[in-house]
């Protein structure tokens, strides 16, 4: 089993051919989502009384929710807005309401999770939560310029506390404060980490680890519609990969990445979750198959 655990929120989200008001989202509802397409995959988070029905009924569909706190307020809320290039998303708001003030804890049943995955959250949270699994085989984290801006210092404790980090590129620099991915990465496996993956957008990813550099391409879509939650779809998809296959060998964790690219594609291609929410059975390894001969030269 797949622990995920991070922000279920209600999301305003502002593209330039729509507006989308209080739908359902989140970094650890679109990365637990994504997941689930590979594992069993059990969510901690938290929402407010306000939170409908229907997005509960929505998750339950594909997630475990012992995890999931109810709680006496109002559930977390972000507004962002793109240009119309869809390449840069400005914050209008950030409620943090219920999550302002969460105390995690991982139910019993999540404990003996092998692979868990830290959205980004608070990364002294983050660094505790940890602490409460009985023997982790492969922790991720990832983070915003929201945690490095305010908290630095934890992020870098935080990633001495799991294998592997996922981060974008603007992010990856702004916290190493170098200008070059490959420092960028060295700097984050002198901290502790023992795998870097730098996301960037429809440019794919890079993955670092020791002297092996593996770079992957986007997959290469004609159509995007919202690019919120991608680089939490390419998360999930990651570790629930290497959850599904109980491996964390370079070759397993080279797929993985893959598979990244692949449900990131997935995400992007309708609004809000309903990418993720509307893949059918055998899509993924079509698309995987496509991707192959894409990259095959």
């Given at each position: 089993?797949?622990?995920?655990?991070?922000?279920?929120?209600?999301?305003?989200?502002?593209?330039?051919?729509?507006?989308?008001?209080?739908?359902l989202?989140g970094?650890?509802?679109?990365?637990?989502?994504?997941?689930?397409?590979?594992?069993?995959?059990?969510?901690?988070?938290?929402?407010?009384?306000?939170?409908?029905?229907?997005?509960?009924k929505?998750?339950?569909?594909?997630?475990?929710?012992?995890?999931?706190?109810?709680?006496?307020?109002?559930?977390?809320?972000?507004?962002?807005?793109?240009?119309?290039?869809?390449?840069?998303?400005?914050t209008?708001?950030?409620?943090?309401?219920?999550l302002?003030?969460f105390?995690?804890?991982?139910?019993?049943?999540?404990?003996?999770?092998?692979?868990?995955y830290?959205?980004?959250?608070?990364?002294?949270?983050?660094?505790?939560?940890?602490?409460?699994?009985?023997?982790?085989?492969?922790?991720?984290?990832?983070?915003?310029?929201f945690?490095?801006?305010?908290?630095?210092?934890?992020?870098?404790?935080?990633?001495?506390?799991v294998?592997?980090?996922?981060?974008?590129d603007?992010?990856?620099?702004?916290?190493?404060?170098e200008?070059?991915?490959?420092?960028?990465a060295?700097?984050?496996?002198?901290?502790?980490?023992?795998?870097v993956?730098?996301?960037?957008?429809?440019?794919?990813s890079?993955?670092?680890?020791?002297d092996?550099?593996?770079?992957?391409?986007g997959?290469?879509?004609?159509?995007?519609v919202?690019?919120?939650?991608?680089?939490?779809s390419?998360a999930g998809?990651?570790?629930?990969?290497l959850?599904?296959?109980?491996s964390?060998?370079?070759?397993e964790?080279?797929?993985?990445?893959?598979?990244?690219?692949?449900?990131?594609?997935?995400?992007?291609?309708?609004?809000?979750?309903?990418?993720?929410?509307?893949?059918k059975?055998?899509?993924i390894?079509?698309r995987?198959?496509?991707?192959?001969?894409?990259?095959?030269f």
């Amino acid at each position: 089993m797949l622990t995920v655990f991070g922000s279920t929120a209600l999301d305003t989200i502002r593209t330039p051919k729509k507006t989308l008001k209080n739908v359902l989202g989140g970094a650890a509802t679109f990365a637990a989502i994504s997941a689930s397409n590979f594992v069993d995959t059990g969510l901690i988070a938290v929402v407010g009384k306000d939170f409908p029905k229907q997005h509960h009924k929505t998750l339950s569909k594909y997630l475990d929710l012992e995890g999931l706190s109810v709680e006496n307020g109002k559930t977390f809320r972000y507004d962002g807005k793109y240009d119309n290039t869809l390449s840069t998303r400005s914050t209008l708001k950030t409620e943090l309401n219920v999550l302002a003030d969460f105390k995690p804890t991982v139910p019993e049943a999540y404990r003996k999770s092998q692979f868990v995955y830290l959205a980004n959250n608070d990364p002294e949270q983050n660094t505790e939560l940890i602490k409460e699994f009985d023997k982790v085989k492969f922790s991720m984290c990832d983070t915003i310029d929201f945690w490095i801006s305010t908290k630095r210092d934890a992020v870098i404790k935080m990633i001495k506390s799991v294998d592997a980090v996922v981060i974008n590129d603007e992010e990856a620099k702004l916290l190493t404060k170098e200008f070059n991915l490959i420092k960028c990465a060295k700097k984050m496996m002198q901290w502790g980490a023992k795998y870097v993956i730098i996301k960037k957008g429809e440019h794919g990813s890079l993955m670092f680890y020791d002297d092996v550099i593996f770079p992957t391409a986007g997959f290469s879509l004609e159509d995007v519609v919202d690019p919120t939650g991608a680089g939490d779809s390419f998360a999930g998809a990651m570790i629930g990969y290497l959850a599904s296959k109980k491996s964390t060998s370079l070759s397993e964790i080279k797929k993985a990445v893959v598979y990244g690219n692949v449900l990131g594609s997935f995400a992007v291609e309708k609004y809000g979750l309903d990418g993720l929410l509307k893949i059918k059975n055998g899509d993924i390894t079509k698309r995987v198959k496509m991707y192959e001969k894409m990259i095959r030269f």
